[in-house]
């Protein structure tokens, strides 16, 4: 099985700052890597596929990025409605894998 | 709009076995280029996928479920299901119907479309 490995596993942040979140991959796997969004109570939402490639109507501050074994997710100016839960989730092989998930805080 | 639904019990004692629904609605099951799965997430965790059924009936099961799970379709209701045997308490979590493109025919194969989510609780 890939084992995905989330960096920070939450951070704190204030309204317009710029974040990261890094997607470490326990073997190489190209691009075959989504992004997800999870606010309390509801279902996960794609944001990123093949490691950069936005989904049909996400904002584009939402960007991603790497290949092989690290990925990342850049939000460029966090917004209130951006404070979630982010995973990130392989699709190279099966089982697919998620990572364990990065809550974004408001500082 | 594609929609997918999860139905089922919400409480489950340990030692049964739960049998969950998805029912899809604004399109085909029947389609070759997708497969339709369940993630289960457990209260304050991160997401676990469990399996995927193609609507031919082939399916990709996660090995550490393998042998408690079933994952079948129904084209003719346009829904598939899960059937996961021997419960105990780990396994109470929100189970999450979604579709994923089928990985034969594409390059890219994430899940693209959830469920709202159901919680099962698995407790006496």
């Known amino acids: 099985d890939i084992q995905l490995t989330q960096s920070p596993s939450s951070l704190s942040a204030s309204v317009g700052d710029r974040v990261t979140i890094t997607c470490r991959a326990s073997?190489?796997?190209?691009?075959?890597l989504a992004w997800f969004q999870q606010k309390p109570g509801k279902a996960p939402k794609s944001l990123i596929y093949g490691a950069s490639s936005l989904q049909s109507g996400v904002p584009s501050k939402f960007s991603g990025s790497g290949s092989g074994t690290d990925f990342s997710l850049t939000i460029s100016s966090l917004q209130p409605e951006d404070f979630a839960t982010y995973y990130c989730?392989?699709?190279?092989?099966?089982?697919?894998?998620f990572g364990g998930g990065t809550k974004v805080e408001i500082k | 709009q594609l929609q997918l639904q999860e139905s089922g019990p919400g409480l489950v004692k340990p030692s049964e076995t739960l049998s969950l629904t998805c029912i899809v609605s604004g399109g085909s099951i029947s389609s070759n280029d997708y497969y339709w799965g369940w993630i289960r997430q457990p209260p304050g965790k991160g997401l676990e996928w469990i399996g995927s059924?193609?609507?031919?009936?082939?399916?990709q099961y996660n090995p550490s479920l393998k042998s408690r799970v079933t994952v079948s379709v129904d084209t003719s209701k346009n829904q598939f299901s899960l059937r996961l045997m021997s419960l105990t308490a780990a396994d109470t979590s929100v189970y999450y119907c979604a579709r994923h493109p089928n990985c034969h025919v594409h390059t890219d194969c994430p899940f693209d479309f959830w469920g709202l989510g159901t919680l099962v609780t698995v407790s006496s």
């Open positions: 059924v193609h609507y031919g009936g082939t399916t």
């Open positions: 989730q392989q699709y190279a092989t099966y089982p697919f894998t």
């Open positions: 073997q190489g796997m190209s691009t075959h």
